[in-house]
């Protein structure tokens, strides 16, 4: 199977307005900068746009508008479709498929801690009811849940979960998975630290914070790489880096919402 996509995708920030409603004007904005700014893929409603907070009829609507405006850009959608709620994961799952999204991500329960086989049990239910290409998210720092190499390895046989998230920022758990997985699932990096490691380890490319502020420039570290061009792409990667750990002094999204106010 091909996969998703293959570059840079951009985590979309949720843009509010003062009285803490949604800007969808400004979302639109942000939609529109990042399609002009060379991405290859948006994710909408992930962590980074504050899903948690909001209602579920607005996680739908934000997503109906990504799909308007992507129709026909060959920029693909990656819905978010996580919960601790294993029946309201399958409800946005379901949603994301009927609309057309091109793959769904769906995060590791956050509060309940499931264990390993839980999570396997959550996982396989929700890639049933989507029937459409399902990407792992790994982000232990945020859930309190991390997918185990193993975990990885016994949902890579199931036949519509083709990616991983990887944000756990442990490079030998992610080479372990990578080994056990023999292939099965495309890797994609979840921190703009790390992506050039990753990518040496076969990842296919990153699901970004920093291209919500510099898109064409995430997008580089992944092409120089790809074109064979390893020395630039470190190159840009180090350039990047302490803008990069500036966008995590506080809880994400605080600092990137900050800094593209600044903007």
Sequence with gaps: ???????????????????????????????QRMIDGGVQALLV?????????????????????????????????????????????????KFAKEVGADAILVVTPYYNKATQKGLIAHYKAVAAEAKAPIILYSVASRTGLNITPETAAE??????????????GNISQIAKIMQLTDGKLDLY????????????????????????????????????????????????????LELIEALFLDVNPIPVKQAMRAM
């Design 45 to 93: 409603n992930g962590t980074t746009g504050e899903t948690p907070t909001i209602h579920i009829d607005e996680e739908f609507e934000l997503t109906k508008i990504v799909m308007e405006m992507t129709k026909g850009t060959g920029v693909k959608v990656i819905a978010g479709a996580g919960s601790n709620d294993t029946e309201t994961a399958l409800k946005k799952a």
């Design 1 to 31: 199977m091909e996969p998703i996509f293959e570059g840079s995708a951009v985590a979309l920030v949720l843009p509010m307005l003062d009285d803490g409603s949604i800007d969808y004007d400004g979302f639109k904005r942000q939609v």
């Design 155 to 168: 949902l890579a046989k199931v036949e519509n979960i083709v990616a991983i998230k990887e944000a756990s």
């Design 189 to 240: 990096s979840g921190n703009d630290d790390q992506i050039v490691p990753l990518l040496s380890l076969g990842g296919k490319g990153v699901i970004s914070v920093l291209s919500n502020l510099i898109p064409n420039e995430t997008h580089a570290i992944c092409t120089s790489y790809f074109r064979g061009n390893s020395e630039e792409s470190d190159n840009l990667q180090l350039k990047y």
